[in-house]
């Protein structure tokens, strides 16, 4: 997995529980944005990325939808 961290910008954080965190970036030349989830405080991690356009956001959002309770990124790693 690539770090795009040093390419990005975080534009949006948030706390779910204690245990989950996700993040949103955008890249500095602003074409992609990113949904990193972190689980464990890293011992589990996913990074998605969408184009940042209308449809590329509407995934995003649906995305993090996807991921908002412990227990849906437990169910993605099968945990």
């Known amino acids: 997995m690539k770090d795009y961290n040093k390419q990005t910008q975080e534009i949006e954080k948030i706390e779910i529980t204690d ?3 996700l993040s949103v970036s955008v890249t500095f030349d602003e074409t992609e944005v990113y949904l990193n989830v972190n689980y464990l405080d890293g011992k589990y991690t996913i990074q998605r990325s969408f184009t940042n356009n209308y449809v590329g956001l509407d995934q995003l959002e649906a995305a993090k939808k996807e991921f908002n309770s412990e227990e849906a990124v437990q ?4 945990l």
């Open 75 to 78: 169910a993605y790693f099968r």
């Open 19 to 21: 245990n989950l965190l």
